[in-house]
T-cell receptor
């Protein structure tokens, strides 16, 4: 089955701790995206990557970091600099990097602060 | 700046009634437009997409949307609501500031409640 997997489903972070959210796709898609979802605010873009070893900041990149060492993987690290990390995080991918490409979403990871 | 506005954060309909979810966009040129559905604690699923050509777009689960350039709208409709349609719906537009990427701008979402 082709698709996008995110793990874990729930993640708890202690203050001052960095945590990493996993996103893997076996769709052979070039582009990958990370979004943050808060109630009533829609989806906001954190980072995106159009090709291996390259990524760009989105609208709310502060306090987050990513890597794209393999085509199928795009992990997101929530650093201690992100003061309000509690949210639902969604990873997406699209076949190519052009305008109008459909994005396909994973099931999400809910991050909670202890 | 480009934006997407979904009118009504909550819409409630009776089972069997018409569903109408409103989406307006701001853009100087016709963009690509999308509707996604999200069930609780899940990712987003594509309902339908407008690129070019026919302005009435049919999607999955009986939904359709009409692109109206003069009104800068892309409202989502379904003739008869089912209980299983209860979910959150997002309208999105391609980000024309980044013409060589697939970036999207999302609306704030509309929660659809279906009453028996």
């Amino acid at each position: 089955d082709g698709g996008i997997t995110q793990s874990p489903k729930y993640l708890f972070r202690k203050e001052g701790q960095n945590v990493t959210l996993s996103c893997e796709q076996n769709l052979n898609h070039d582009a990958m995206y990370w979004y943050r979802q808060d109630p009533g605010q829609g989806l906001r873009l954190i980072y995106y990557s159009q090709i291996v070893n390259d990524f760009q900041k989105g609208d709310i990149a502060e306090g987050y970091s990513v890597s794209r060492e393999k085509k199928e993987s795009f992990p997101l690290t929530v650093t201690s600099a992100q003061k309000n990390p509690t949210a639902f995080y969604l990873c997406a991918s699209s076949p190519n990097r052009g305008l109008g490409e459909t994005q396909y979403f994973g099931p999400g990871t809910r991050l909670l602060v202890l | 700046a480009q934006s997407v506005t979904q009118l009504g954060s909550h819409v409630s309909v009776s089972e069997g009634a018409l569903v109408l979810l409103r989406c307006n966009y701001s853009s100087s040129v016709p963009p690509y437009l999308f509707w996604y559905v999200q069930y609780p604690n899940q990712g987003l699923q594509l309902l339908l997409k407008y690129t070019t050509g026919a302005t009435l777009v049919k999607g999955i689960n009986g939904f359709e949307a009409e692109f109206k350039k003069s009104e800068t709208s892309f409202h989502l409709t379904k003739p008869s609501a089912h209980m299983s349609d209860a979910a959150e719906y997002f309208c999105a537009v391609s980000d024309l500031r980044s013409s060589n990427t697939g970036k999207l701008i999302f609306g704030q979402g509309t929660t659809l409640q279906v009453k028996p």
